[in-house]
């Protein structure tokens, strides 16, 4: 797409998560906006949104691994499917009946000593927590109704088995971001704010369940009370609710410019800059009158919309060749390809990619095959030392470089900022003086 030039994405740097406007400048919201309302003349006189290269196929991926993902899970595991539905639809109806009536396995049978957690005790909180949520949609100036969380709730309840079968069985996790965003686009038209709210409790909502699933997995094969674990995650979650909430008002308030894309120290994160990306597009245009992308302009890429479709076909000869052809594709796992392409290209290059592949394949492949007793005994361990290195290592560079910023020059934060790609000026083609790329004027009405 990059060197063919498809829809101008050559005059774009094409590993990026920014929008720009016809000029190959970062789209100025404000120049479109009247109190926080889209103003479709100001429009006009200005700039239709363009991506690049590489936000074309993430966006494009992520529309078909949604479709592609639901289809195939149900295809593949409907036994598990149906038998988690009517396991729930049996415990409303007698709930006096154990969950683990079903299963006779050891645990099981060990954790029916314990008196369970009922299901509508579940139910109850998640009641609360929507009612909690449309009122702070309310009465706080979301400027978003109420039903979009409700919207939002039916359609993660919709998708939440097949989304936990396929994180269970391959640990690749599908989140809710871009098909909330489309959600709210389509719902409240001309409001960018809206898709926002609905990103993220669509998020969180899918999110939250992956953890809660997790939780009682690891409850469960420990032998630990369902009660006691279902305490502890109330708790735990009222606590979070106040640290979190305490500790986005300190970032926001104490320190300045936390929100800028250019802050004092450089420090950079490409994947929360994606959600940026949704709100410029969301605030600055009028596709939020169709359903076809919370990304993207039906007039401008008017074949991205038909991702969905094909994901949904696809997912029936990747069935049947994995059926049919077990032995010869069991390595291969067609969602974890489709959701590769949403790894890299709009995020990070390969750059950022080709080092962890290295040493992942060194360890879980060489050592693996060659010193078993050492990799069982020392990988993850080593892994999980790795990552507390760089918590403990973030603490230590936010207390001391960070809290009050200090200008501190070295190699290591001027590299990533040096060359064309530092600059943003990565592109095939350059934009004549005086002239601009895409649409002509007056043609995107």
Not at 171 to 200: E, H, Q, W
Not at 210 to 221: C, I, R, S
Not at 265 to 276: A, F, H, I, Y
Request: proline share 5%; charged share 15%.
């Amino acid at each position: 797409m990059y060197y063919t030039n498809y829809k101008y994405s050559a005059y774009m740097p094409p590993n990026t998560s920014n929008v720009y406007d016809r000029f190959g400048k970062d789209y100025n919201i404000s120049k479109v906006l009247v109190d926080g309302k889209f103003n479709e003349e100001l429009y006009r006189a200005y700039s239709p949104p363009y991506i690049s290269a590489g936000q074309l196929m993430y966006q494009s991926a992520s529309y078909a691994v949604y479709t592609f993902g639901f289809v195939y899970v149900f295809l593949t595991e409907w036994r598990t499917a149906k038998e988690a539905l009517m396991g729930f639809y049996k415990s409303l109806k007698n709930r006096k009946e154990s969950n683990y009536e079903r299963y006779k396995d050891p645990i099981s049978v060990m954790m029916r000593e314990y008196k369970e957690v009922p299901d509508w005790w579940f139910l109850i909180i998640l009641a609360i927590s929507v009612i909690v949520g449309c009122l702070a949609m309310k009465y706080y100036p979301t400027t978003t109704e109420p039903w979009v969380i409700v919207v939002a709730t039916l359609v993660a309840v919709g998708l939440i088995i097949p989304f936990m079968v396929l994180y269970s069985s391959t640990g690749f996790f599908l989140s809710m971001n871009n098909l909330s965003t489309i959600l709210g686009g389509y719902m409240v038209p001309g409001n960018g704010i809206a898709p926002i709210f609905t990103r993220i409790f669509g998020y969180s909502l899918v999110q939250q369940g992956e953890t809660f699933v997790g939780d009682q997995k690891l409850a469960h094969y420990a032998k630990i009370a369902p009660r006691a674990v279902f305490r502890a995650q109330v708790i735990a979650s009222i606590v979070q609710i106040f640290v979190t909430s305490s500790a986005m008002q300190y970032l926001v308030k104490g320190l300045p410019g936390v929100a800028n894309l250019q802050r004092a120290m450089g420090e950079n994160c490409p994947s929360r800059e994606t959600l940026n990306t949704f709100m410029r597009y969301a605030s600055a245009t009028t596709f939020l009158r169709s359903c076809s992308a919370a990304a993207t302009l039906d007039f401008l890429y008017p074949t991205m919309k038909y991702a969905f479709l094909i994901g949904a076909i696809l997912a029936f000869p990747c069935f049947a060749i994995r059926k049919y052809f077990p032995n010869q594709f069991r390595y291969f796992h067609p969602v974890l390809f489709l959701g590769g392409f949403q790894r890299w290209g709009a995020q990070y290059n390969l750059a950022y990619y080709t080092p962890g592949f290295y040493v992942s394949a060194f360890f879980m492949y060489y050592v693996r095959r060659r010193y078993l007793a050492w990799w069982a005994k020392y990988n993850y361990i080593l892994a999980c030392a790795l990552i507390a290195g760089v918590a403990f290592g973030g603490i230590l560079i936010f207390l001391a470089l960070q809290y009050q910023p200090k200008k501190l020059v070295w190699w290591g934060n001027t590299v990533s900022r040096a060359g064309i790609d530092g600059a943003g000026t990565a592109t095939l083609k350059a934009i004549p003086a005086g002239e601009y790329f895409g649409l002509r004027e007056g043609s995107w009405e």
